[in-house]
Every structure is written in C-alpha cells, then in structure tokens.
C-alpha cells in the first residue's frame, strides 16, 4: 500500500510541476494545486501506515506500549490543507484581476506591459 502511494505522490508531484511550467495561469493554478495535494499526500506517507490506537496513555502505565497512531502527520496536513486553501483563493482572485486589466491568460503576452 505504501509503494502504491509514494507512486501516487510521485505522479501528482510530475503532473503539478508540468502543468506549472505551461503557458496558461489556469494550468499554473491547476498545477499548484496538484503540487499541494502531493506535499499533503508526502507528509502523510512520512508518518508511516499504521492502523494503532489514539497515543493516549493510561492512567497506570509510565509509557506508551503497543501500536499507536502518529497525530503529527495528521496535524501537519490539516495545516498544509489551511494554508494551500488560502494560497489558491490568492492566486484565483490574482488570476481574475490579471485577466480583466490584460484581457489574455498566456504568460508570455503578460510578460510585456509596455503597452499598458
């Protein structure tokens, strides 16, 4: 399950950074937000599969024995969601300005502004 998913990463990671380097802003936000869901996909698979119990530790124990779930990955990633959620809405909102002040979405002809 974990090859299937570092596969995975690695196909959102490739598809994200291809559509990045295209022309067109919709295919750059496209890619961003590819190359988000990888990261998230990444940090996931870093904290390893386990299917353990909430890390809680007993009243009478010192430590925590057994198999556990890592809370941290999880964490990260509902933070990664946060702040790549807040980075598209800002690149949507850029896009739409840009696209109403040039009247185009390719690149290169944003490049010049000499016209304007």
Do not use: C, H, W
């Amino acid at each position: 399950m974990e090859v299937l998913l570092a596969l995975m990463t690695g196909l959102l990671y490739a598809a994200g950074l291809y559509l990045m380097l295209r022309r067109s802003m919709v295919k750059l936000i496209i890619g961003l937000v590819l190359l988000g869901n990888g990261a998230n996909l990444l940090i996931f698979l870093l904290g390893r599969i386990v299917k353990g119990a909430p890390p809680i530790i007993r009243a009478d124990a010192n430590v925590l024995t057994g198999l556990y779930a890592d809370p941290v990955p999880q964490a990260l990633i509902l933070t990664a969601i946060v702040i790549s959620f807040g980075l598209q809405s800002f690149a949507i909102i850029l896009f739409k300005r840009a696209y109403k002040v040039l009247d185009t979405d390719d690149l290169d002809q944003m490049r010049d502004t000499d016209d304007l």
